[in-house]
């Protein structure tokens, strides 16, 4: 794969690293050999190395080497951007065109793979299987494949990425699939996958028979407990014929046994016609004596409701009575309370004009106590200046030259006399200020006593306040008892007419209980003659007999009936469950050739299992790639021994030994070196060690492609490998480069990197600030 040309529009790295919405470079009038990418940070040159190819991923922006883990509208603006990248591969002309459009929230993207025929025509990529790169993400990478191979093979050899994941942290079943690709064995998975799906075919097949199989297996246990319950039926209808038998024994008995009794009876035809009567009329009078009690019941109910109410309306007449005194003292309770009211009214219109008239006594007190502290601070301020006016003056007098003209020109002197004059000024404020601060101090001297009688008035009205309210509570209280005046002899009166019903209700109940005992009295007299009657006819009345026959007769009746309808349920319950037993058999017969048929499947199954095996990773290709590792070991070797001497040797091993000595499939990186005598992993050697051996590995693979496996990648792309190797292995670095083109017959290694020893040995220089002008 060699990139032609590439353009980019609306690349946040272009319009960030450029200030440019737009960027074309063509490569075609490079030279071959290695062909540097040079700027400073930020410039873009990444975002240009990442679209080098036509893979729909920005391998530095990825978190793993798949279409899915990475995302292009991270990495582009506007409503519009656009990748078209010609390049060509195996001696055609390929253009691979990018499409990204927004409309509103929602973006769409196309991408379409199109190659140049003998005309110069463009026309869609199509696979033999009809597939034709129609801008789909899916169809475009399907036919990318088919022409240069997979995206892990591309990246992990030809294009070194920043970030990339280095190929000895790469787990064993992803190093088997990446060298089964590289070997071109990848169809032997192809082979194996079928073989898989043969066998899981099969395997739906043979989880049917196996179905079927407990299908009859649960059909002959039903066959087994259907046969039990025929038997549990048979044995069920014995025991009922016999119970039959029996019930058809004892109904003869029992019918023998009443035509006796009806002989007999019909003998007293008489004597049967008085029972009767006599049981008619024992009803009656049991009838009348129940009617008797319920009537008893009621009256003695309806006394006591009439002996509570009146007992409820004495309770009620004795109460007001003993509220006769209070009642009658309420009208002079009254009056005092309204008397009080009066006289605390009085009180209180007075106290709240003598309170009306001191309110403002306070506001006064606090505004002279405020103005008197104010004077004190002003005569403390003043008096503190007129001693200081004070020292100065007497300096005026004790200067020597108060008596010399020299006096009039020196300043001190001028000043201590300047004192002395205002020093008298001062002294009169002084007193003027003591006068004001004595009329103040008496004007509060004198609100003083105001103030206690303004707080002792307030609490005087509090406490009237608080006995008119008591007051108002007393006369409402009085008064609603005067009012209950009437009541007195209303009371009197009541009570004297409830003691009258109490009377007259006691000798009603008097009355109704002997009327009741009365009538009690005689229907159990009558009830006495009627059963005395009643035993001396039942010695010879058989009726009482007959019934019972008669009785016993209906049971065995309902009994036999019931036992005939078990008798046939048993019998169409045997019935059936023998035609099902009948048709379980009939089903049953194709159980042994399910079995068969299951026992075939199962061995057919285990043999294509086996060939997926052994067409799969852990089998012809496992063998395959133990092959290529020596290969791939020795093109690993060769460069380093080219460009770093024999200090370091690969070994590549496809296997490791369990701790029972046995081999298993594996992949591991081990490095020898020489200068130490000692052998580690890669992960534990030094930052600028990975990075020789990492990219002599990811170069080896490059080299084992182009040699043996026949994938003819023209083109190989590092960026920024060098950063952690000091000078001397940069060095050795670009000999590396080198020789990989010369061994592989590569024609460029696109490079980026920020060392000017390497820019200088470039065979060219793609300036990325020069593109931004």
């Not at 024994?249 to 009567?277: I, W």
């Not at 309806?302 to 009146?310: E, F, G, H, L, N």
């Not at 509060?444 to 309210?469: C, F, I, S």
């Amino acid at each position: 794969m060699r990139p032609l040309t590439v353009t980019l529009t609306g690349f946040i790295g272009v319009r960030d690293g450029m200030k440019r919405e737009s960027i074309t470079i063509d490569f075609q009038s490079l030279p071959n050999g290695l062909i540097a990418l040079s700027g400073p940070n930020g410039s873009g040159k990444t975002t240009i190395m990442d679209n080098l190819h036509p893979y729909r991923i920005m391998p530095s922006q990825a978190s793993k080497l798949s279409v899915d883990s990475f995302s292009y509208w991270d990495h582009i603006y506007g409503a519009k951007a656009e990748k078209v990248m010609d390049w060509e591969h195996a001696n055609r002309r390929y253009r691979s065109t990018f499409s990204f459009r927004k409309t509103g929230k929602s973006g769409k993207a196309d991408y379409y793979l199109t190659v140049q025929d003998a005309d110069g025509q463009w026309e869609p990529v199509t696979l033999p299987d009809g597939r034709t790169s129609d801008g789909k993400a899916e169809n475009y990478d399907r036919c990318l494949e088919a022409v240069c191979g997979s995206l892990e093979q591309f990246f992990t050899s030809v294009f070194s990425a920043q970030n990339r994941r280095p190929l000895a942290s790469y787990g064993t079943g992803e190093i088997k699939s990446l060298l089964a690709e590289l070997l071109k064995v990848d169809q032997l998975q192809a082979l194996a996958a079928k073989a898989g799906d043969v066998a899981k075919s099969l395997q739906r097949r043979l989880d049917a028979a196996q179905q079927e199989v407990l299908l009859f297996a649960s059909k002959r246990e039903r066959l087994s407990q259907t046969a039990k319950a025929i038997d549990q039926d048979g044995e069920a209808l014995n025991v009922a014929r016999k119970a039959r038998e029996t019930l058809a024994s004892q109904a003869a008995t029992l019918g023998q046994q009443r035509s006796t009794l009806a002989a007999k009876q019909a003998e007293s035809k008489a004597v049967e016609a008085r029972v009767r009567e006599l049981t008619q009329r024992r009803t009656e009078v049991t009838g009348l004596i129940t009617t008797n009690v319920n009537e008893e019941k009621a009256a003695t109910q309806r006394v006591d409701q009439r002996r509570a109410a009146i007992a409820k309306a004495v309770a009620a007449n004795n109460a007001t009575l003993a509220q006769e005194a209070v009642i009658k003292g309420a009208t002079a309770r009254r009056e005092d309370a309204q008397l009080r009211i009066s006289r605390g009214e009085a009180r209180a219109l007075e106290l709240q004009t003598q309170i009306k008239g001191l309110e403002e006594t306070p506001l006064t007190l606090k505004t002279l106590e405020a103005e008197v502290r104010g004077l004190l601070e002003q005569g403390r301020a003043k008096k503190e200046v007129l001693d200081s006016f004070k020292q100065q003056a007497a300096d005026f007098k004790a200067v020597p030259c108060s008596e010399m003209d020299v006096h009039r020109s020196c300043p001190l002197y001028k000043q201590a006399g300047d004192a002395n004059a205002r020093y008298d000024v001062q002294l009169v404020e002084i007193s003027k200020l003591r006068e004001t601060y004595g009329q103040k101090e008496k004007q509060v001297k004198a609100l003083a006593p105001e103030l206690a009688k303004l707080q002792a008035a307030r609490t005087e009205l509090d406490t009237v306040n608080a006995g008119l309210v008591q007051a108002r509570r007393d006369l409402q209280q009085a008064t609603e008892l005067a009012a209950r005046a009437p009541l007195i002899e209303q009371a009197r009166e009541g009570l004297a007419s409830c003691q009258s019903d109490i009377a007259l209700l006691d000798k009603e109940a008097a009355a109704i209980a002997n009327r009741f005992v009365a009538q009690a009295k005689q229907y159990n007299e009558q009830l006495e003659q009627v059963n005395a009657e009643a035993a001396r006819l039942g010695a010879v009345d058989v009726a009482g007999e007959i019934a019972g026959l008669d009785l016993q007769l209906q049971r065995n009746r309902d009994e036999t009936a019931r036992t005939d309808g078990q008798i046939e349920a048993l019998i169409r319950s045997q019935a059936t469950r023998q035609a099902e037993a009948d048709a379980m058999k009939t089903e049953l017969g194709g159980c042994d050739a399910t079995q068969a048929r299951a026992s075939q499947l199962s061995d057919e199954i285990a043999k294509w299992k086996l060939l997926s095996k052994g067409l799969g990773n852990d089998g012809v290709i496992a063998l395959t790639i133990d092959d290529a590792g020596p290969a791939l070991t020795q093109e690993v070797n060769n460069l380093l021994l080219a460009c770093y001497g024999m200090r370091f040797t690969v070994e590549i091993r496809t296997q490791r030994a369990l701790a029972n000595g046995e081999l298993r499939e594996g992949f591991e990186i081990l490095v020898h070196d020489a200068d130490n005598d000692s052998t580690k992993v890669v992960g534990v050697m030094s930052g600028g060690q990975k990075v020789w051996i990492n990219e002599s590995l990811t170069r080896g693979i490059a080299l084992y492609i182009a040699h043996i496996a026949g994938q003819p990648y023209g083109t190989l792309f590092t960026d920024e490998a060098d950063g952690p190797l000091d000078p001397e292995k940069k060095r050795q670095f670009i000999r590396m480069k080198r020789e990989v083109l010369k061994q592989g017959g590569y024609a460029r290694e696109f490079f980026i990197t920020h060392t000017p020893e390497l820019l200088e040995e470039a065979d060219a220089v793609i300036d990325v600030a020069a593109l931004a002008l």
